[in-house]
């Protein structure tokens, strides 16, 4: 099989790795809950290749994502759900139906400054009608936590959470409370640790992160970007302990957890000098 520009053979691919007994053993047992957090992945790889203006990582990250939306849409076809072809032909008249100005038959132009508001009328009209084609047992309860979107990362959805409750007034007054929540969830954790119960760990581990997101709140953070830089901050001194054992001939897995400490405080000097 030959690569191509026509998205029918990457159809094509990804039918072949789900035929079973002859399709690949890893593909064939995957199903719409195990490949989500790659879908996460890749989309967070498309804006990192962003960020570091790299074009030609972006169209393979890119890629990466069709791929996604190729995997998910045969799973659904397999089980008679829809295909990709109704992938596209939904948001094909997604997108024009909330663009009258730009595809309008006649007379339908509107001014900038009116398109954001006919864009949110019309999401607002695609919802109702949504919530409508759903079974009345189906239709969650009207809250004010609602219209925060599941399917944002999870830092950024714990973020919009605490928002939204805050603006009726279910919030801290002050960052130090929030700080002996945490030490609180901190403690909780200590006791889960003796209880020896991985399920209470992950519940415990989940709640001093929420904690932790609401600090960051308190002190005007974005919870998501200071992660990112921690993440730089590691990189760069774990990249220093890795140089310098270089530098002796050393490797690191001939390197003791002192030696590798004691390498790590460097790494902080350097940085503060």
């Known amino acids: 099989m030959t690569p191509s520009r026509d998205i029918s053979r990457l159809l094509e691919i990804m039918a072949r790795l789900r035929t079973p007994v002859t399709g690949c053993p890893w593909d064939l047992e995957q199903n ?34 069709l791929l996604q939306v190729v995997f998910h849409a045969r799973m659904a076809e397999e089980q008679g759900a829809f295909a990709f072809g109704d992938v596209v032909e939904a948001i094909t008249r997604k997108m024009i139906r909330r663009h009258p100005h730009v595809f309008a038959d006649k007379n339908g132009r509107v001014t900038p ?18 919530a409508a084609r759903r079974p009345p047992e189906e239709i ?39 700080l002996d929540k945490i030490r609180e969830e901190a403690d909780e954790i200590e006791a889960a640790l003796d209880r020896n119960d991985a399920d209470e760990l992950a519940g415990e581990t989940g709640d001093i992160l929420f904690a932790l997101v609401n600090l960051a709140r308190h002190v005007g953070a974005d919870p998501e970007t200071a992660l990112r830089a921690t993440n730089a901050k590691f990189e760069r001194r774990f990249g220093y302990i890795e140089r310098t054992l270089a530098a002796k001939g050393r490797s690191l897995e001939g390197a003791s957890l002192d030696e590798m400490d004691e390498l790590w405080n460097e790494a902080k000097a350097v940085e503060f000098k």
Not at 113 to 130: F, L, N
Not at 153 to 171: C, H, I, N, W, Y
Request: aromatic share 6%.
């Open 32 to 65: 719409f809950a195990t490949i989500a957090p790659y879908t996460i992945e890749e989309a967070y790889e498309v804006v990192d290749a962003i960020t570091r203006g790299d074009l030609d990582d972006l169209k393979d990250e890119l890629g990466d994502l």
């Open 113 to 130: 400054s009116h398109v954001k508001s006919v864009w949110d009328r019309i999401k607002a009209d695609e919802k109702a009608e949504r």
């Open 140 to 178: 969650p309860r009207p809250s004010l936590l609602s219209s925060v979107k599941a399917g944002q990362p999870a830092l950024t959805r714990a973020m919009e959470l605490q928002r939204k409750a805050s603006s009726v007034g279910f919030d801290w007054n002050d960052p130090r409370a929030v």
